[in-house]
């Protein structure tokens, strides 16, 4: 019987299967067999396995590179995780019309382009842009302040953009806790500060903790926006991976760069689950 | 102090959309904040420059291909998934929601070293196919959503009656299930209409979607053309997501959209 449901299933799952494992595993697949050849100026020799591709990644100048990515991520996330609980709590609490509005709001910087949010940013912060122009016209700068083309800018471009990977699962949780265990808290005399900790912090760190984990992702592999404001001395993994693939198309190094990428992000995805889960156990008790 | 965080956060989100919009109605032949007049100066000069019109065409026609194919593909498999239950279905599911998680970086590099090798590079089918498995995720779970809500006892009525499984399929759960394949093509239209960072690793100088050019137009220059290419884009994109919403889209995937962009 199970033989025979596999057998009916099968054309209903081929066609996308084909091209999942075509034009998604199969290049992932390659790209983790390109990482293990040594380049040279004939291209890929396929004949040789190597680690040098992943030895070349502990260099200075590319661990820099590294080291700057893990910062901007660090920075934006944990300002996220900051701003995360007053937005949402308040979103939360918003009538249902408003609410809707409020998440909409949200969620906009996902849904719009982030060249059109880069483009926006750039004529906010750059020296005679909007902001420094009505800092100086208040009187409280004489110089323009240095806003963009360092890690300021692309600090400031991220947090809006990536905030609502944080937010949305949060809200979510806390619209799904049960009022009355507020009411029942505080009607036992608990402060709204100690409700806050003792009861709605550990049954939604969860959902915050998961949503940060996408968050940071997605920080550290940002490209149009560190690009666009961060520029040229200000370098993330993802510049220095278009560097490294479209410009001295040195693929193996590129794949190498691509593997990494891949690997750390399955790995805070893992880890965050677990860290999740003993939060959630944590709660629960 | 709760009120100031959600004021602060909210023009932060919103500043530079409106930004953008704002000044491309500037008069000026620089960035001036237009306040007495309006003008339409700089979208006569996006509509007369050919690189911005030809990549709206070239990313119109990748949209629809890659939404096409991946809403055709996406509701067999929904459909195989959801009603045969075949053994190994949650795992299933989750490989086809799985590029999700592979960042736009990563597959970009795996998709260029890909089509170079096969001898797709610069070759529009590399292109689609790499969209396709990009929005797939999103056609998939709008459809395993839209056929949860399709009775399966109407599909088991038309079977005792007599039609064919397929011939079901085509004349009971295909025309039940229009909703969601509508909301479905324009979720998947809209994701690959904004794709820029896959885009820009994998697809050669011929095929420069609009947010490509964009992105080499805004590398050499700013000036008011690309914020009225900019609004435009997000005319277009808010204008397919209130559809969306509209349709019921966003609210079958809210829950899970915080699992999106990566």
Known sequence: ????????????????????????????????????????PAGIDAAHWTLHNYRRIADPLY???????????????????????????????LRPRLEALAILAYISPWLVNTLVKALGWTLLLRSNGIVNTLLRDAGLIARPLHLMLNETGVVIALIPGHFMFALLPLWTALRGLDPALGWAAGSLGTSPGAVFRRVTLPLTLPALIAGLVINFIMNMTAFAVPMLLGGEGHEVVSMLAYQVNLVLLDWPFGAALAVVLLAITLLLIRVGQGVAARAAGAGAR | MILAVNLFMLV????????????????????????????LRWYREALSYPGFVDAFGLS???????AVAAVGSGFLAAYGLARFRPRGAALLAGFFASPLLVPSVVFGIA????????????NLAGLVLAHVVVVVPYAIRTLGVTLRTVPEELEWAAMVLGSSRLRTLLRVTLPLSARGLVTAFLFCFL?????????????????????????????DRIDPTVAAVSSLVVLISLALAIVVDLLGGFRLDRGQAGRAGA
């Open chain 2, 111 to 122: 998709m260029l070293q890909f089509v170079n090798r096969l001898g797709l590079y610069n």
């Open chain 2, 12 to 39: 932060l989100v919103l500043a530079p959309i409106v930004m953008v919009v704002w000044m491309s109605f500037t008069p000026a032949a620089y960035f001036a904040l237009p306040t007495a007049h309006l003008s």
């Open chain 1, 1 to 40: 019987m199970r033989h025979d449901s596999a057998w009916r299933v099968a054309p209903y799952l081929l066609p996308l299967l084909l091209v999942m494992l075509g034009f998604y595993v199969l290049p992932l697949a390659g790209t983790l067999g390109d990482s293990l050849h040594p380049n040279t």
């Open chain 2, 60 to 66: 119109v026609e990748l949209a629809t291909l890659a």
């Open chain 1, 63 to 93: 661990g820099g590179i590294f080291l700057r990515t893990l910062r901007i991520s660090v920075i934006v996330t944990a300002i996220t995780a900051l701003l995360a609980y007053p937005v949402a709590i308040f979103v939360a609490r």
């Open chain 2, 191 to 219: 994701m690959s209409f904004s794709e820029v960072t896959m885009t820009i690793f994998m697809a050669g100088p011929s095929l420069q979607t609009l947010p490509v050019r964009l992105y080499t137009y805004m590398s």
